[in-house]
């Protein structure tokens, strides 16, 4: 009797219970204009094996490592709504899925590859006789200065500035720089450094 006591106490249930698993960024139903990090909080009783991140069906990251994190490319994917579901493994093979979300994708590559970038295709007009700039040949820039305060030469001034970048003294590819004062020089000695106010 002692010995059917002591072995029937030794028996250990196997663990049936599956991770909980919640999306906890980017917010349901949002619109993602860039590249996402998709944040996850897995958690279970026993150590978690994986995390699977399944963008419209389609497995597409694995984590095995907390923080649980995906970058999601959403300039690869059509600017339209999206499903992302995440499910998370434990050592017993139990599977836990969080709840299924769906995301609206809204933008794309620049002309330098970079997701949601600000470059844009420029037209430049060159005379057909000269390098300066004119109304006869055109050629195509990538402009990824277009944000940046740069002033872009595209009005005929005729000074053969190939490359359309001017400082802020208007030089051709100078070195000239604004301070945040406003002096535009190139002398980083006087240059105005403001205070807090």
Do not use: K
Not at 96 to 113: H, I, K, P, R, W
Not at 181 to 196: A, E, H, K, R, S
């Amino acid at each position: 009797l002692l010995l059917i006591f002591f072995f029937s106490c030794d028996v250990t249930e196997p663990d049936t219970t599956p991770p909980t698993v919640t999306i906890t960024f980017p917010i349901n139903e949002s619109t993602l204009t860039e590249i996402s990090t998709i944040i996850v909080n897995a958690s279970d009783n026993e150590e978690i094996v994986n995390v699977t991140f399944i963008i419209d069906g389609l497995t597409v990251f694995e984590d095995s490592q907390s923080p649980y994190e995906y970058e999601w490319d959403v300039c690869a994917y059509n600017n339209t709504q999206h499903t992302l579901l995440v499910e998370a493994r434990d050592e017993s093979d139990n599977v836990g899925q969080s709840d299924l979300m769906t995301f609206t994708t809204n933008a794309v590559y620049d002309c330098a590859e970079v997701c949601a970038g600000s470059s844009e295709i420029l037209t430049y007009w060159y005379d057909a006789d000269s390098d300066s700039l004119g109304s006869g040949e055109s050629s195509e820039y990538c402009d990824a200065f277009v944000d940046e305060g740069w002033v872009l030469n595209n009005d005929d001034s005729d000074d053969n500035c190939l490359s359309n970048f001017h400082d802020c003294a208007g030089v051709c590819d100078g070195v000239y720089l604004e301070d945040m004062c406003g002096t535009c020089d190139n002398d980083l000695i006087n240059d105005c450094v403001q205070d807090c106010s």
